[in-house]
């Protein structure tokens, strides 16, 4: 039996919903919400791919809601750290969290967590996906994708890919690369991607599956060669380069996304008007072109349509994470 002390104000409204007793108040609460900042909790440091979404959609949400949507960086362990403080949040809609799939990768990296990835959270809407580049030094021999597989296999076990570590997206998409190519390379992780970026450049390692945010200003430049990028369509950042399929890996399609949760048990009004105003923002044309200019997509989805999609890529990178679990 339900017990109102045990409840918060809107998880009560939310079982008195589910018993068909109070549609008219809730909906004249919903309307009210949010009638106080909203912290956005980014897991990770300013200025990187997470956080600068995080701010573009919160600028935006704040215009529509004439409330402040604040990001509030909290980072280490790997996203950790800022989740669990989501997760531990009241389920009233102003704590919510902006992290990327890092959060599908730690579900299978780590047997211990402090929260339940799936219960402890309520999904909300993707924001964003972004393409991860194939790139090598602008004075490698290697031109295309079909060249560097070939020397691959000529050098099994010799060519180096740089990461930002373990359960990072670079290292994912290149452990992906191994498998859909059929080749063996040999991780070298750094703290993060641009320092393995910077000695890419240098010509230290041989090869990176980077997200394009951390890439684009090295290809630019003309220090990096950019072979293929890891979505299903070509980047309007890149479009001259080919996609991995176009390149001859046909159905290898991996992206960085980014996507906003609350915390578990958010009652179904609160998700719907956060949802649908995570709609309005992400069909805004200067947000989008902002986005596009970091070389991401925005990507709006429903609440139950982030949910199955989210449940999925826990499935899909679970094989190549397992090994990696601690």
Not at 37 to 49: C, H, K, L, M
Request: charged share 15%; glycine share 8%.
């Amino acid at each position: 039996m339900y017990s109102l002390n045990s409840l918060s104000k809107w998880a009560f409204i939310a079982v008195l919903i589910d018993l068909g007793v109070l549609p008219v108040i809730a909906a004249e609460s919903v309307d009210a919400f949010p009638n106080k900042a909203v912290r956005i909790v980014v897991p990770q440091a300013s200025g990187g791919g997470i956080d600068l979404m995080a701010r573009l959609v919160g600028a935006r949400l704040s215009g529509s809601t004439s409330q402040s949507f604040v990001v509030d960086n909290r980072t280490g362990a790997g996203s950790i750290i800022g989740a669990a403080i989501v997760a531990k949040a009241a389920p009233d809609g102003y704590t919510l969290l902006v992290s990327s799939l890092s959060m599908a990768f730690n579900e299978t990296l780590y047997k211990k967590l402090p929260y339940d990835s799936i219960k402890d959270f309520t999904p909300l809407s993707l924001i964003a996906i972004s393409p991860n580049v194939l790139t090598v030094s602008f004075g490698s021999p290697v031109k295309t994708v079909q060249e560097l597989i070939q020397l691959a296999n000529s050098r099994p076990g010799q060519l180096n890919y740089g990461s930002g570590g373990i359960g990072g997206s670079d290292h994912v998409c290149s452990e992906y690369f191994q498998i859909a190519a059929g080749i063996k390379l040999v991780n070298v992780s750094y703290r993060g991607s641009a320092p393995a970026l910077v000695d890419l450049a240098a010509g230290m390692i041989d090869l990176s599956f980077a997200p394009i945010a951390s890439s684009i200003a090295l290809i630019s430049s003309g220090k990096l060669r950019a072979l293929g990028v890891s979505t299903v369509k070509r980047s309007a950042l890149l479009p001259e380069v080919p996609t991995m399929a176009e390149a001859g890996l046909a159905r290898f399609n991996y992206s960085t996304w980014y996507a906003i949760w609350g915390p578990g048990g958010l009652p179904r009004p609160i998700v719907s008007k956060l949802n649908s105003e995570m709609q309005k923002a992400l069909q805004d044309p200067n947000l989008r072109d902002r986005m596009a200019a970091l070389g991401a997509e925005s990507s709006w989805s429903s609440a139950d349509e982030f949910s199955a999609f989210y449940k999925a890529e826990i499935k899909r990178w679970e094989p190549i994470l397992k090994p990696y679990a601690q």
